[in-house]
């Protein structure tokens, strides 16, 4: 048993997908399922069921896999000892974020560490904000970056950084033409962000401040990312509340616009595991921030 099978069979249980798990890990669908199929044989015991398309984690699967995220997290702090020992000419530094950060937010702060320290590899989870809490939380990052609310007794948190969430519809959408109003938000037809999202949390808080039943919006579509609501929105019907960040280049352009009704700054949160060592890689670019 290796850590690289182990670490390919928690990454399938989480995502219960062969085909996902080789796209995350960067392997081909083949080696993802060589690698679970050696681990059954080697040991004669099935850890997935195959449910039609679907896989499931069998009895023995489901006892196994905190036992196997348990030592893949030691055999990551012993790679951070040896890292540390190298001073930082080399080593990994696994990020997880949510939607919003990963491509609006940390790009440009990777950019300038990879330019510092070109040896040290850095690698980004990408996910909503209950996703990225998740990857800390079991040891497949070594930190998060979030916009969204995190609960979670292990998990340390620390502001690193803010933005607003804005409200935007089509440049023809009736609600463009003036200063809405609590009914006209009320009653308009909404895109929104997929549950878990902290920019629908964010969202959904603020107009909840205004004294706007959430419960009772007419949500038309949820969608799993910033860009693809606001494609959404550029047809013209719907309204919908995403980044400044991800929606500046859009109304430049002139594709959408900024409705007149302003909610809450909302802060970029780092999440760190309160019972993890952070290697000196991770401890310089978490410094940076």
Same mark, same amino acid.
């Given at each position: 048993?290796?850590?690289?099978?182990?670490?390919?069979?928690?990454?399938?249980?989480?995502?219960?997908?062969?085909?996902?798990?080789?796209?995350?890990?960067?392997?081909?669908?083949?080696?993802?399922?060589?690698?679970?199929?050696?681990?059954?044989?080697?040991?004669?015991?099935?850890?997935?069921?195959?449910? +039609?398309?679907?896989?499931?984690?069998?009895?023995?699967?489901?006892?196994?896999?905190?036992?196997?995220?348990?030592?893949?997290?030691?055999?990551?702090?012993?790679?951070?000892?040896?890292?540390?020992?190298?001073?930082?000419?080399?080593?990994?530094?696994?990020?997880?974020?949510?939607?919003?950060?990963?491509?609006?937010?940390?790009?440009?702060?990777?950019?300038?560490?990879?330019?510092?320290?070109?040896?040290?590899?850095?690698?980004?989870?990408?996910?909503?904000?209950?996703?990225?809490?998740?990857?800390?939380?079991?040891?497949?990052?070594?930190?998060?970056?979030?916009?969204?609310?995190?609960?979670?007794?292990?998990?340390?948190?620390?502001?690193?950084?803010?933005?607003?969430?804005?409200?935007?519809?089509?440049?023809?959408?009736?609600?463009?033409? +003036?200063?809405?109003?609590?009914?006209?938000?009320?009653?308009?037809?909404?895109?929104?962000?997929?549950?878990?999202?902290?920019?629908?949390?964010?969202?959904?808080?603020?107009?909840?401040?205004?004294?706007?039943?959430?419960?009772?919006?007419?949500?038309?579509?949820?969608?799993?990312?910033?860009?693809?609501?606001?494609?959404?929105?550029? +047809?013209? +019907?719907?309204?919908?509340?995403?980044?400044?960040?991800?929606?500046?280049?859009?109304?430049?352009?002139?594709?959408?616009?900024?409705?007149?009704?302003?909610?809450?700054?909302?802060?970029?949160?780092?999440?760190?595991?309160?019972?993890?060592?952070?290697?000196?890689?991770?401890?310089?670019?978490?410094?940076?921030?």
């Amino acid at each position: 048993m290796t850590l690289e099978q182990l670490r390919i069979f928690t990454m399938v249980a989480e995502l219960l997908s062969m085909t996902r798990a080789a796209e995350r890990l960067h392997l081909t669908q083949p080696a993802v399922s060589a690698s679970v199929a050696a681990l059954e044989e080697r040991y004669a015991t099935k850890l997935f069921d195959r449910v +039609g398309r679907r896989l499931e984690l069998t009895e023995a699967g489901r006892l196994f896999l905190p036992q196997a995220r348990a030592v893949l997290v030691q055999g990551d702090n012993a790679r951070q000892v040896l890292e540390n020992l190298a001073g930082l000419l080399r080593g990994e530094v696994r990020i997880a974020a949510s939607q919003t950060v990963a491509t609006y937010w940390l790009p440009r702060r990777m950019a300038a560490f990879a330019e510092a320290y070109p040896k040290i590899h850095l690698r980004l989870h990408v996910g909503n904000t209950a996703q990225t809490a998740a990857h800390v939380l079991h040891g497949t990052a070594d930190f998060g970056v979030v916009e969204g609310d995190v609960s979670e007794a292990m998990l340390e948190t620390r502001i690193v950084g803010s933005d607003h969430i804005g409200i935007y519809a089509a440049p023809d959408h009736p609600l463009a033409r +003036g200063t809405p109003t609590r009914e006209d938000l009320a009653g308009a037809v909404w895109v929104m962000r997929e549950p878990g999202s902290g920019t629908r949390d964010h969202l959904n808080a603020g107009l909840a401040q205004s004294g706007i039943a959430v419960e009772h919006l007419r949500t038309l579509l949820e969608l799993p990312s910033n860009g693809a609501v606001l494609e959404a929105i550029e +047809g013209g +019907g719907l309204v919908a509340g995403v980044s400044e960040l991800a929606a500046v280049s859009r109304v430049k352009a002139g594709l959408v616009r900024r409705l007149d009704w302003s909610l809450p700054s909302r802060d970029f949160l780092l999440l760190t595991h309160r019972e993890r060592y952070p290697g000196r890689a991770v401890r310089a670019f978490v410094d940076t921030l």
